[in-house]
Every structure is written in structure tokens, then in C-alpha cells.
């Protein structure tokens, strides 16, 4: 019964839907499950993201889980691969056992091993070996001795010359055998290769494949060109790494696997109905599935492990990633209307990390037309955030009349039961007349049934005679806030709800508009201060309560005290009328003179000890001063 561990208690699964486990020589098993939320299945709410699952003894950690609404489909790992996040950090140099360098590799890993030295050589010369992850480095050495190894339950490893041996299985078609499939693939196929060799290349020898007599021509490999091979007995030795037969591989769809079965084991296949094929040839791969009860064995894929060379597997990487690339441009080459179009594509996929990564290239070109287009779509799946998934995508497109530049950015988020969608898009266009350059940010987020959307958008619009920018943001409710600088030969206008100076702004010219003028501190004015350009009711207002108002015709000081500190003060011009109104209270003056003797209404004039009074010009009597 497969269990999930959860703080060193183990819940047994039930209500498993479907499951699969494939195991592979020298390699991680791997577990796929998908389990049904029912309430007699206690280890449902502990199938997490790292937890540990536990099948026939072996133990799995979760690393994919997406989670449905009565479901939850698992993917993980061998905890083996826990060794790949377990750092090595020395170097070996020297001449070591296998014994020793296993020893030192799993030391305080937890893990162990089981070394059958038989066939085996005895040691073997490192230099510099280490400095990477133990998983790696295991892997590595294993190549190197050539060895293969198995999973054991208990974290034990097998390592072996060859993992299993020949019990005489065999398998028969209608008896236990029900299907063969054969695929064999002759792309790599080489034959010959030359190898060109010795100091300036001057050396140059041809090569045969033992096996060339099989087929009806010479087939050449790459040619080989390499300064570092000084005698004939190393070219050839390179040759021969170069030499490729026809690729065939076969799987076995079984109807009964032998109860002894084991990968690696040799085992003797009789198909008739493929020309009566019998192979001898060992098991690589073996699926197992769930029928209800446990886990069974219901394919395997046979053929013969070859060792190789970490320069070997690396040459092999490159070779078949130029090899998916020629075939993906081959694939998707094409003349549709006298158009020619290329497109690549790549995905990674980071299971540790639950990040799945693809990858286009595309350029399409027409006479009228050259287009360049390159996307990545990265999604994240149960991190700590959520869900995220990211796309992002740039592209060029290059006309007679016009280049049109586009990045665009859609990152979505799923949180809680939180949607949030947020898309971000650059575009630039040119042509002989202008530059268009636009900056568009669109936000939407989903929770229930409340829904928020804003956007923003920038753009800059420059022509032979005007340039003009542009800043917009329109809020969830609908509100739009706009600003906008237009700028030509003859004017710069600024279009903004506020517009900030910060530092010495200097003005040359006339300063006019409708507008009001709010001034913290203080206001400087060189010469004249006019209020108003016509007729109408004009004032000074001092903290909102004094002021001088004008109607045009007469002015006012309106305050409940005003003082008039001077030395000369006049009041008023010849001829004209000055009123007071109130109580004039001279107590604390000098007054020098009342009013002139010949002025309409009352005089006071004064002459030789005598102080006379006069109305309107006359004297109506007097008074002599002792």
C-alpha cells in the first residue's frame, strides 16, 4: 500500500485513480499518480509539494502536484535525487578504488552501496575530480569505471558491472508476449569517417566501420580535424567513437512479466509475426502501473546500455541539439506565397522547481516584409505565491515605409482565490515623417465578485515641427488623469492637473493666463503690479479680512485700524474734496494750520495778535490773543 509521510507519521493512500512508476537502468524512477479526495483517504490533505510518498519500500518526493477540485495529480522523484541539491566541494587527484571514491562521494548523504568488483577494474587515476553535486558526480564515475547501478529500498545503491544477469526469461508471442513495436532510426548512420590529424592537419587517414559490409554504400561521418591527435593508432581510436549503426530499439507490450524480472536482465524475445525476429537483449526500461491493488509491471523497453565518456555524453548533447534544431527549421521551412519563414522551438522543464519553460524563435520574410518574433512562456506551478504563469514576447517588423517595434509582458497570478492579470506592452514606431514611442500598462484583478481594473499608458510623438508627450492613468472607477507637454517652433504647452517647479525658474518675457497664482512665501515685482485689464470691482485682500478694493472710479481701505506712519502725508489735491466721516481726533497731533481764510465754508486765519474767523471768504468776526 503506497503511504505519505507527514512529521514522522505515515497516512496510507487509497482512492488511487491511476498510477505509474518507470524505472530505468543507472537512472531515477520516476511516479505519476493521480488520487481521488474522498473521506476515507487520510494521506489526501499530505500530498504536498515535497512531501515524501512511499511505494514498495522506495521513496518518492513530490516535485509537480497540481491540485483539481476533487483530485490531485502527482509527479515525483526518487529520493535519490535529493543528492542532486547535495553539494561535493573537493577536488580528487590521485589514483583511487572504486571503493574509495563511492565511500567518499555518499559520505553523510544517508545513502549507501553494494559494489560487486567482479569484471570491474580494480582502480583508477583522477585528476581534478569534484566540485559539483554528488548526483552528478556519482553518475560521472559510474560512466567512467563502467558500471551500472540500481535503486535498492533503504537508500542503498547497486552498483555492478552489469546490473543483472541471464535466467533464461523469454517471452513469446499469444503466449505472455501480446505486441512488439521496433523503431529504428537511421539518421546518424556513419560508416566512414576521415580524420585529419598532426601538426597543420597535414596527416589524413580513412576509416571503415567493422560493420560497413551491411549496407549498400559508404556513408561518411563527420569529418574529424583535431592537432592533438599525433599518431595514427589515436585517429583511429577517435574514429571509431565516430562510427554509428542503424539505431533499433524495442518495446514490449507484455502480457505477463516474469516474477524474477529485473532491469538489466537478459532475456530471449520470439516474434513471429515480425519475419520470426528472435532477439537476445536485456531490459532498460520497465513500466510499471496500478491495477487496483498494487503496482505491476506492463511494458518494458529492451536494447544494450553503452557506456560513455562525460566528453562522449557532452559531444552527444550538442550533436542532437543541432540535430532537433536542423530538423525544426527542415519541419518548419517554408514558401507560401513567396514567403519564407523559419521557426524554432525549445522546452525546458525544471522539475525540482515545478517551472516549465518554452521557447520560440520565428523570422518571416516576404518582399514586402521582414519580421522577427521571439516568445517565452514560463509557468510556475505551486510556489509560495501560487500560480504564476509569465508570458512574455518581443518582435520587429521592418517595412519600406516603416519599422515597428513591440516587448509585451502578461504576467498572471492566482493566489488564494485571487486572480491578478497584469500586461505590459512597449511599442516603437518609425517612419520618414515621425517617432512614435508608447508605453502601455494594463492591471486587472478577479476575487469574488469584486473586480479592479486600472491602466497607464505613455507616449512620446516626434515629428519634423512638433513633439508631443503624453501621460494617462485611468483608475478602477472610470476616472482618467491626463497630462500633456506640446512643444513646437513657437510655443511649449503643458497640459496638468499640477505642474512642479523645483529650483530657480527663471522667465524671460510676459507671463499671462487665466489661472490663479498661489504663492507660499514671497512675490517680487520689479516695477508695476496691475489687477485687472478693464472696468469692474478689483482688491487687495490681506488674510482674508483687510483689504483695498477698487471700482474702477473710486478705492477703499477697509480695516478696523489704519495707520499712516510717515513724515509728509497729503491728502488730497487743490481744488478736490476730501470727506471724513467718524470722529477725526487730532489729541496726539500737532496741527499746523486749520483751513485756509479764503476757503469755502469756515476759515480761521490769524494776523497780528488777532485770530480771525471767516465764511466762504468773509470775516464775520475776530479775536485779539493777549
Known amino acids: 500500500m503506497p503511504l505519505v509521510k507527514h512529521k514522522g507519521i505515515e497516512y496510507p493512500i487509497n482512492h488511487i485513480q491511476s498510477g505509474r512508476i518507470d524505472l530505468e537502468i543507472s537512472h531515477a524512477h520516476e511516479l505519476n499518480m493521480v488520487v481521488v479526495n474522498r473521506a476515507n483517504n487520510p494521506a489526501y490533505p499530505y500530498l504536498q509539494e515535497e512531501a515524501i510518498v512511499v511505494v514498495n519500500d522506495h521513496e518518492y518526493r513530490i516535485k509537480k502536484l497540481s491540485n483539481k477540485t476533487n483530485y490531485k495529480n502527482i509527479s515525483a522523484l526518487h529520493i ?16 583511487y578504488t572504486p571503493n574509495e571514491v563511492f565511500s567518499t562521494l555518499l559520505a553523510g548523504t544517508g545513502w549507501s552501496f553494494n559494489f560487486d568488483a567482479a569484471g570491474v577494474q580494480s582502480s583508477i587515476e583522477l585528476k581534478d575530480f569534484g566540485r559539483s553535486n554528488v548526483w552528478k558526480l556519482f553518475r560521472d564515475f559510474c560512466n567512467r569505471l563502467q558500471v551500472e547501478f540500481g535503486l535498492l529500498p533503504s537508500r542503498v545503491f547497486e552498483i555492478r558491472k552489469s546490473l543483472s544477469d541471464d535466467y533464461g526469461q523469454q517471452y513469446r508471442y499469444a503466449h505472455n508476449l501480446r505486441n512488439l513495436s521496433k523503431d ?9 569517417v576521415i580524420v585529419n590529424y598532426g601538426e597543420d592537419l597535414q596527416q589524413t587517414a580513412t576509416f571503415e566501420s567493422p560493420t560497413s559490409s551491411k549496407y549498400d554504400r559508404a556513408v561518411y ?8 591527435i599525433k599518431t595514427y593508432e589515436e585517429a583511429y581510436e577517435r574514429a571509431k567513437a565516430k562510427f554509428q549503426d542503424i539505431d533499433i530499439s524495442y518495446e514490449l507490450d507484455i502480457a505477463q512479466l516474469g516474477e524474477t524480472h529485473e532491469l538489466g536482465e537478459t532475456i530471449h524475445t520470439i516474434y513471429e509475426p515480425m519475419d520470426g525476429l528472435s532477439i537476445v537483449t536485456r ?4 513500466r510499471e502501473e496500478w491495477n487496483g491493488e498494487e503496482f505491476v509491471a506492463t511494458s518494458v523497453n529492451v536494447g544494450n546500455y553503452v557506456f560513455k565518456t562525460a566528453e562522449e555524453i557532452l559531444q552527444d548533447q550538442i550533436k542532437d541539439t543541432e540535430d532537433n534544431v536542423n530538423e525544426s527549421i527542415d519541419q518548419t521551412k517554408e514558401i507560401i506565397q513567396r514567403e519564407y519563414r523559419w521557426e524554432l522551438n525549445e522546452t525546458v522543464t525544471e522539475l525540482e522547481k515545478n517551472i516549465t519553460t518554452e521557447y520560440t524563435a520565428m523570422v518571416s520574410l516576404t518582399a514586402r516584409e521582414l519580421r522577427t518574433e521571439m516568445t517565452q512562456h514560463v509557468t510556475n506551478i505551486n510556489t509560495d505565491m501560487g500560480s504564476m504563469e509569465t508570458r512574455l514576447s518581443s518582435s520587429i517588423s521592418q517595412t519600406a515605409a516603416q519599422i515597428r517595434a513591440e516587448v509585451r509582458s502578461e504576467v498572471t497570478t492566482i493566489n488564494g482565490g485571487i486572480n491578478s492579470v497584469k500586461e505590459d506592452v512597449s511599442r516603437l514606431e518609425i517612419t520618414a515623417s515621425g517617432i512614435q514611442s508608447t508605453v502601455t500598462s494594463h492591471s486587472t484583478q478577479i476575487g469574488g465578485l469584486n473586480t479592479q481594473m486600472s491602466s497607464a499608458q505613455s507616449s512620446i510623438t516626434q ?6 508627450q503624453k501621460v494617462s492613468y485611468t483608475e478602477y472607477n472610470g ?5 500633456k507637454i506640446n512643444q513646437d517652433a513657437w510655443s511649449y504647452t503643458v497640459d496638468a492637473q499640477r505642474i512642479n517647479f523645483n529650483g530657480a525658474v527663471i522667465a524671460n518675457g510676459s507671463i499671462t493666463g487665466t489661472s490663479s497664482l498661489n504663492i507660499a512665501t514671497d512675490a517680487t515685482v520689479g516695477n508695476n503690479l496691475y489687477l485687472g485689464q478693464g472696468g469692474g470691482y478689483k482688491s487687495l485682500v490681506f488674510n482674508n479680512s483687510n483689504r483695498i478694493n477698487s471700482s474702477g472710479y473710486g478705492m477703499e481701505l477697509n480695516a478696523q485700524e489704519i495707520n499712516l506712519n510717515s513724515t509728509d502725508i497729503t491728502i488730497g489735491t487743490s ?15 500737532a496741527v499746523r494750520g486749520v483751513a485756509r481764510a479764503n476757503s469755502s465754508g469756515i476759515g480761521i486765519s490769524y494776523s497780528n495778535g488777532t485770530l480771525y474767523v471767516q465764511v466762504n471768504g468773509s470775516t464775520v468776526g475776530s479775536v485779539k490773543l493777549s
Open 463 to 468: 515629428m519634423s515641427n512638433q513633439i508631443t
Open 575 to 589: 481744488g478736490g474734496t476730501t470727506d471724513f466721516n467718524g470722529t477725526v481726533d487730532f489729541s496726539y497731533a
Open 80 to 95: 535519490v535525487m535529493d543528492l542532486a541539491g547535495t553539494p561535493f566541494n573537493q577536488r580528487l587527484t590521485g589514483v
Open 479 to 483: 476616472n482618467t488623469i491626463v497630462s
Open 283 to 286: 531490459i532498460l526500461k520497465v
Open 184 to 192: 529504428s532510426i537511421s539518421t546518424n548512420l556513419a560508416t566512414h
Open 221 to 228: 561521418g563527420d569529418i574529424i580535424n583535431d592537432e592533438r
